[in-house]
C-alpha cells in the first residue's frame, strides 16, 4: 500500500494505491472513509481489472460517497460513515466486513452490523482478534450481527506476526507427494483458515506430526481425498497437485471463491494442469480432479498469479521432465524467497 498525500493548500485528492492486493484496496477503502474529504483509491495491474461492485456497494450501505468510472478503479471514496445500522453481503470476500470492523471503533456513533452469506469466518476471527489485541472490543453475535462502540481507541502494543500458512502449504504439499520437510514458525493455533492444511494432508495419507511451534511431514500413503474449501480457497493450487499425486478422484469444493483472484485462478489452473497431463473435470462448484501419482512436464504460464507459479513449481516434485513457468517473478507479491526455499529444501 502506498499513500501519496495532498500538497498543503492543494485540491488533489490524496491517493491510496495498493498496488496489486485485493486486501488492502477493500479494506483501505474503509479507512479512508475516516478522514471525511475525498481520496482517490487505485491499484496496478491484475487488480485494475478486478471487480470493484461489491466493494462500492459496501462503501454506499455505510453511507459512504464513492464515485468509480466504467465499474473498474480508480475509486473516489469521501466519508465519513453516516450510517448506525449496516448491512453487508458477505458472499463475494470478507475483506469489506474486516474493513468496515476496524474502523467502527472509531466512529463518533455505536454501529451494528448485520452479515449474510459471509465466506472466509476464519479471517474475521482474526480480525477481531487483533482488534481486541490492540483494546478495543466488538461484541460477535455467531458471525451474522456485530455491534461496536463507537469512540474507543487502539493502543499501542507489540505484536509477533505469525508465519504464513498459504505459502507453507506449498512446501508441506510437496514434502507429503515425494519426501520429508520440518518447518518452524508456524503457529499451531492459528486461526489462520489455510490451517486447514493439516487435517487435508492426514486424510491424503501423508505423516504428520505437529510438536509447538513446527510441523513435520512426510510421504506415506497417497489416497484420494475430498476438501470444502470455501473458507480457504487458496488451498486450491497446492491442492491440485496433492491431488494429482494420488491414484483415483479426488473432490475439491468451493470453486466459486476462484474467480475473481490475480487471475481467474479457476481457468488457470484448468490450463496450467491440463498442459502437465492431469484430467479435471468442473462439476458446479466442484473440481474433480482424477490422479494418476503422475504428471509430465512442459512449459506452463502463472497468469502472473503468485500461486499459480508456486503450486506449478511444485508440480515438479511428480513430473516426468521439467516444467518451465512464465511470469514465475509473480511469487514475489507474497513469497519473494520461495525459490531461493526451494532450491534449499530440494537439496536436502
Given at each position: 500500500m502506498h499513500i501519496v498525500p495532498g500538497k498543503p493548500g492543494a485540491s488533489d485528492d490524496i491517493i491510496l494505491d495498493a498496488d496489486e492486493s485485493g486486501l488492502s484496496l477493500r479494506m483501505f477503502s474503509f479507512v479512508a472513509?475516516?478522514?471525511?474529504?475525498?481520496?482517490?483509491?487505485?491499484?496496478?495491474?491484475?487488480?485494475?481489472?478486478?471487480p470493484v461492485e461489491p466493494l462500492v456497494e459496501a462503501l454506499l450501505q455505510c453511507g459512504v460517497q464513492v464515485k468509480t468510472s466504467n465499474g473498474a478503479l480508480p475509486l473516489?471514496?469521501?466519508?465519513?460513515?453516516?450510517?448506525?445500522?449496516?448491512?453487508?453481503?458477505?458472499?463475494?470476500s470478507s475483506h469489506m466486513l474486516s474493513g468496515l470492523l476496524i474502523v467502527a471503533p472509531l466512529l463518533e456513533h455505536d454501529t451494528e452490523i448485520s452479515v449474510r452469506n459471509l465466506v472466509s469466518r476464519p479471517y474475521i476471527a482474526m480480525t477481531l482478534n487483533i482488534m481486541r489485541q490492540f483494546g478495543v472490543e466488538v461484541e460477535n453475535n455467531n458471525f451474522r450481527q456485530f455491534y461496536i462502540k463507537g469512540h474507543q481507541h487502539y493502543q499501542g502494543q507489540e505484536y509477533s506476526i505469525e508465519g504464513d500458512w498459504s505459502a507453507a502449504a506449498n512446501f508441506l504439499v510437496g514434502a507429503a507427494v515425494s519426501g520429508r520437510i520440518e518447518l518452524t514458525g508456524l503457529n499451531q493455533n492459528s486461526l489462520q483458515a489455510d490451517i486447514k492444511i493439516r487435517e487435508i494432508l492426514a486424510d491424503f495419507g501423508a505423516h504428520v506430526n505437529v510438536l509447538d511451534n513446527f510441523i513435520r511431514v512426510s510421504k506415506n500413503e497417497a489416497r484420494p481425498f475430498e476438501a470444502d474449501l470455501t473458507d480457504c480457497p487458496d488451498l486450491f493450487p497446492p491442492l491440485v497437485v496433492l491431488a494429482a499425486a494420488t491414484n483415483g478422484k479426488s473432490v475439491l469444493s468451493g470453486t466459486e471463491r476462484l474467480i475473481h483472484k490475480e487471475s481467474n485462478r479457476f481457468k488457470s489452473l484448468l490450463t496450467v494442469f491440463s498442459k502437465l497431463g492431469l484430467k479435471m473435470?468442473?462439476?458446479?462448484?466442484?473440481?474433480?480432479?482424477?490422479?494418476?501419482?503422475?504428471?509430465?512436464?512442459?512449459?506452463?504460464?502463472?497468469?502472473?498469479?503468485?500461486?499459480?507459479?508456486?503450486?506449478?513449481?511444485?508440480?515438479?516434485?511428480?513430473?516426468?521432465?521439467?516444467?518451465?513457468?512464465?511470469?514465475?517473478?509473480?511469487?514475489?507479491?507474497?513469497?519473494?524467497?520461495?525459490?531461493?526455499?526451494?532450491?534449499?529444501?530440494?537439496?536436502?
Open positions: 472513509a475516516l478522514y471525511g474529504k475525498a481520496i482517490r483509491v487505485t491499484g496496478k495491474s491484475s487488480l485494475l481489472s478486478r473516489t471514496v469521501c466519508g465519513p460513515i453516516s450510517r448506525n445500522k449496516i448491512e453487508l453481503d458477505g458472499s463475494f473435470e468442473p462439476h458446479g462448484n466442484e473440481l474433480h480432479v482424477y490422479g494418476s501419482g503422475h504428471l509430465t512436464g512442459g512449459e506452463v504460464d502463472s497468469f502472473n498469479d503468485h500461486r499459480i507459479a508456486m503450486c506449478a513449481a511444485i508440480a515438479g516434485t511428480l513430473s516426468s521432465s521439467e516444467i518451465r513457468i512464465e511470469n514465475a517473478d509473480a511469487v514475489s507479491k507474497s513469497c519473494p524467497e520461495f525459490f531461493g526455499d526451494l532450491k534449499k529444501v530440494m537439496a536436502k
